[in-house]
């Protein structure tokens, strides 16, 4: 069976579960929610059918499940979010149908990827703005304390889910020329292999940066993501275990410095050591209900739609804004806590289920990243990856409190333009990395005389 | 490079592992201490979503029903109490910030219906709301408001209280329990600190948390514990001098006065302390220690109530600890105690001695639940009398209820009598203290004697020169009556 239709095949479970998952939510909330909802389900599946009809036609040779496990993991939102608010899964849909327009500009346009390469210093310059944007007065937004959102007017973006790809370009075009430099002149110290001090400069930078990163923005969690793709990239380009224990070592020992300087930061940590405790700083609560309701769960969960989530009369606060901004028992079902939301209904099961699809994104990516020919591609798939499964990984862990809570989105599957229509150009760049590493020989004689 | 990304892809492995190991953690194994945790309000909010199901009493009367208010998705249900104050005490309260207590604590999965799993389980897959199931309860209104309206008035000293519990000795159904001082249910939400604080402790259940020195109740204890071991006769006779040496200090009679020799049958009509002294130092602790646990002494009585609201009865040390031994057997055989060890029981608890003799022997469980149906009305489950304890042979029965027959007839209750019906029983009166003579008073006994259909313990806590037979007795035999009606 060819690759495509491969794919094709796999995108058959993903429309059983989006329906099945649908119809659940609709038959226990028959009573709010109209049946024409039903109908955004269908629609969701026709948009992820035409984007296999354009990889085929793109990228014939390209990876077959990354694209159907990305529609699982949107479809498993889309069912979530239907469940917390019947708009948000509306909204949310017609974001996915963006971020699939710009998936299918890129694997249009970028024939040749590359072409980045070349403007490696733009793009790095244009991830580092973007990073800064939300300090701007004037369109620059907080939440909780961190700075990760601008605000312009109808449209709110975080500019950190695009600063991440630019970020990771750079490093993989960097690194991929630097790499011998880096290995070949390094040195024992202590036991230690370090690189060689000239080249170490730019290290020095690229965790300087990092460090900015978390007193400009505030986010220790999208610090880590950050400091952690370079470190992903770093690692694969040198394969020196050394480099990255000395710049994991240098992240702990500025983000405890960090931690002690910046209140909301030192706070988040406090949080996440005891949540329980007496004086825990304000925002404890989200981090325990965030507990709660994965108590509540269990091994099966309470069922779709069938949780604990808006407050209802008297115990509700007095609200400005709609549910789910406010009057929810669990705060952000929709955004930071939707994994909560997902182990309140579907269990450790559903939980865990969720979790083996990122697993199984990341084997995709990973394997791409081995099968690539040229080193850019490999450093650049590998850095992707990485950074996408980062970013799962610190939000997922504050969720269940491995590491401190911070403000990321969980990829695909939380409420937000930013990260859908991001994550979608990531996967794009994935695919195009695919395509030309799995074309078969003689087809990719062909592409190189191109 | 393809080895490092081979390596970076375990390392990925192994952090979503970690997030799997966590997840795990609270979902399974902390869940049930996260569940507890005081802010964890869930499991109250969502009870407040259904509407809980109603108490009535087996005569048909109201004592908590749940009224909505809101509508739509902010529906909640609030608990009301229509008889207010009479039932208080045992029924309790619920609300969502104090939390529950007494029977709507130990019947709470049935209110909120999660005694029937399956069954809410298909009701959900046709879209029903939940709802919890209604509780009929053993309790009698009218019997409840005359044993209510009693010790309200037999208590004479502020701050003290009163409790009187009637259970049916075949089905061991509680039909009535008072607690004196109680308190509105109604006001719990409002009031609930100033309840908690008031030195007349209303939130207290008198008849399972309080224990009071039974006096010469606990002769009735002591008579089984010689007849049915072997050891005595009802014709038994002692010489019942006035005072005697019991463990090496003076017993009196209540009169003062030697009652000479005597047997059984005389020594409780009279209720004389030194007989009964004696026959305890012949049987020794452990013979008495058997047969009161063989009554349900030295743990909680079997009932389906809060574990923190009832108390064990039993021989007390200084320290508040259950002795077996070690102490004064004679006293306690007579309902009091030294040093050593004080005898102390709960009304509940005296209640069921009276049962026991009641039943021919066989001490039956104590219940409050009559009857539960569920939302569609199916009754789902039946008061099903089981029997707690075989206490004495049915012999021993006859003839401690022939003995407590004759303490109504011509002894210390003989002022007592139930209309239309004939009564067994036994007075006690515990000094409390002697320089301003206030008394512990008791009355237990059951009606009709020869087939006995309820068993009842009244008391009144320290009450200014009274005794059981004018104090509490009356009380216990109107109830008596009321409920033989």
């Known amino acids: 069976m060819s690759a495509r239709n491969r794919e094709l095949l796999a995108l058959i479970p993903v429309a059983a579960l989006v329906t099945a998952g649908f119809t659940a939510v609709f038959i226990v909330q028959s009573s709010e929610i109209g049946d024409l909802s039903l109908i955004y389900g269908a629609y969701f599946l026709a948009v992820c059918v035409a984007t296999h009809m354009l990889i085929r036609l793109r990228l014939p040779y390209a990876d077959p499940y990354l694209f159907p496990l990305v529609a699982l993991l949107a479809a498993f939102g889309l069912v979530i979010l239907f469940r917390i608010d019947e708009s948000l899964a509306v909204k949310q849909a017609t974001l996915f149908v963006v971020g699939l327009g710009l998936f299918a500009a890129t694997i249009t346009f970028l024939r040749d990827y590359e072409v980045l390469e070349r403007y490696r210093y733009i793009i790095a310059s244009v991830g580092i703005g973007l990073l800064i944007l939300p300090r701007v007065p004037g369109i620059g937004e907080q939440v909780n304390g961190a700075y990760l959102g601008i605000d312009l007017g109808p449209l709110s973006f975080q500019p950190a889910e695009v600063a991440k790809i630019c970020v990771v370009i750079f490093l993989a075009s960097y690194l991929n020329e630097k790499r011998e430099v880096l290995v070949i002149g390094a040195r024992k110290v202590l036991g230690l292999i370090l690189p060689p001090l000239k080249h170490f400069g730019p290290l020095l930078v690229v965790w300087g940066a990092a460090m900015l990163m978390l007193i400009v923005i505030r986010d220790l969690g999208s610090s880590l993501m950050f400091f952690g793709a370079f470190l992903a990239v770093l690692y694969v380009a040198t394969s020196r275990p050394s480099f990255v224990l000395i710049g994991m070592g240098m992240f702990v020992v500025g983000a405890w410095v960090m931690s002690q300087a910046i209140p909301h930061v030192g706070d988040r940590v406090d949080i996440w050591l005891d949540p329980f405790a007496r004086n825990a700083p304000d925002g404890a609560g989200q981090v325990t209900q965030a507990l709660y309701a994965q108590a509540d769960g269990g091994l099966f969960g309470r069922g779709l739609g069938s949780s604990l989530l808006e407050l209802p009369g008297p115990f509700a606060p007095d609200c400005s804004v709609a549910f789910p901004e406010c009057g929810s028992l669990l705060p952000a079902p929709h955004t930071d806590f939707i994994y909560a939301v997902i182990v309140n209904e579907l269990g450790l099961f559903g939980a865990v289920a969720v979790v083996i699809t990122y697993i199984l994104i990341a084997e995709r990516g990973f394997k791409t990243a081995v099968l690539a020919q040229d080193g850019f591609g490999k450093l650049l798939a590998a850095g992707l990856t990485a950074v996408l499964a980062l970013q799962a990984f610190v939000i997922l862990g504050g969720v269940v409190r491995v590491i401190p809570l911070t403000g990321v989105t969980l990829p695909f599957v939380s409420y937000g333009g930013s990260s859908v229509v991001a994550n979608m150009v990531l996967i794009a760049l994935l695919l195009t990395i695919s395509d030309r590493a799995r074309r078969p020989r003689s087809a990719a004689g062909y592409g190189a005389l191109r | ?485």
């Open chain 2, 1 to 485: 490079m393809n080895g490092s990304i081979v390596r970076l892809y375990v390392l990925v492995l192994a952090l979503f592992a970690t997030v799997v190991g966590f997840t795990s953690y609270w979902t399974i194994f902390d869940a049930e201490e996260l569940e507890e945790k005081q802010d964890n309000r869930r499991s109250l909010i969502e009870a407040q979503k259904i509407p809980r199901g109603t108490i009535t009493t087996v005569d048909g009367t109201e004592v908590a029903i749940s009224v909505p208010t809101g509508s739509g998705n902010q529906r909640i249900f609030v608990r009301e109490y229509p008889q207010g104050e009479l039932f208080g005490h045992p029924v309790g309260y619920s609300f969502v910030e104090q939390g529950n207590s007494e029977i709507e604590l130990s019947e709470n999965d049935v209110l909120v219906g999660r005694d029937n799993e399956f069954v809410s389980i298909i009701e959900q897959l046709e879209g029903q709301v939940d709802e919890g199931s209604d509780l009929t309860v053993t309790l009698d209104a009218e019997a409840q408001q005359i044993a209510e309206d009693g010790i309200e008035n037999a208590i004479s000293v502020p701050e003290t209280g009163g409790a009187l519990v009637a259970i049916e000795p075949d089905t061991g159904a509680v039909r009535a329990m008072v607690s004196e001082p109680g308190y509105d249910p109604n006001l719990v939400p409002d009031q609930f600190d100033q309840l908690r604080e008031d030195a007349e402790t209303p939130l207290l259940n008198r008849p399972t948390q309080s224990t009071y020195p039974p006096g010469s109740t606990m002769k009735v204890v002591t008579a089984t514990a010689a007849l049915d071991s072997g050891e005595f006769e009802t014709s038994t006779v002692l010489n019942a001098d006035s005072p005697i040496d019991i463990s090496g200090v003076p017993l009196q009679n209540a009169d003062g006065q030697p009652a000479g020799e005597i047997d059984m049958t005389a020594a409780l009509t009279n209720s004389v302390n030194t007989y009964w002294a004696q026959v305890g130092e012949q049987l020794g602790p452990e013979t008495m220690v058997q047969y009161m646990e063989r009554f349900g002494f030295f743990r909680d009585p079997p009932l389906d109530f809060p574990n923190d609201q009832m108390a064990p009865s039993g021989v007390y040390n200084s320290d508040g600890a259950l002795v077996r031994e070690g102490f004064d057997v004679g006293r306690v055989a007579i309902g009091q105690g030294g040093e050593e060890g004080q005898l102390l029981a709960t009304p509940i608890q005296m209640a069921q001695v009276a049962a026991a003799v009641a039943n021919g022997g066989d001490l039956m469980e104590p219940t409050f639940v009559q009857q539960i149906n569920d939302p569609e009305g199916r009754t789902t489950q039946e008061l099903d009398p089981d029997v707690q304890s075989t206490v004495m042979s049915d012999d021993t029965a006859s003839e401690v209820a022939e003995m407590m027959t004759n303490v109504a007839e011509e002894g210390t209750a003989a002022g007592l009598s139930v209309a239309g019906s004939t009564l067994a029983g036994k007075t006690g009166t515990a000094e409390i203290d002697i320089d301003t003579s206030l008394n512990q008073a008791w009355f237990i006994g059951f009606a009709p004697a020869d087939d006995p259909e309820i068993a009842v313990a009244a008391t009144a806590e320290r009450c200014t020169g009274c005794f059981g037979g004018d104090t509490a007795g009356p009380i216990a035999t109107d109830v008596m009556a009321s409920l033989l009606d």
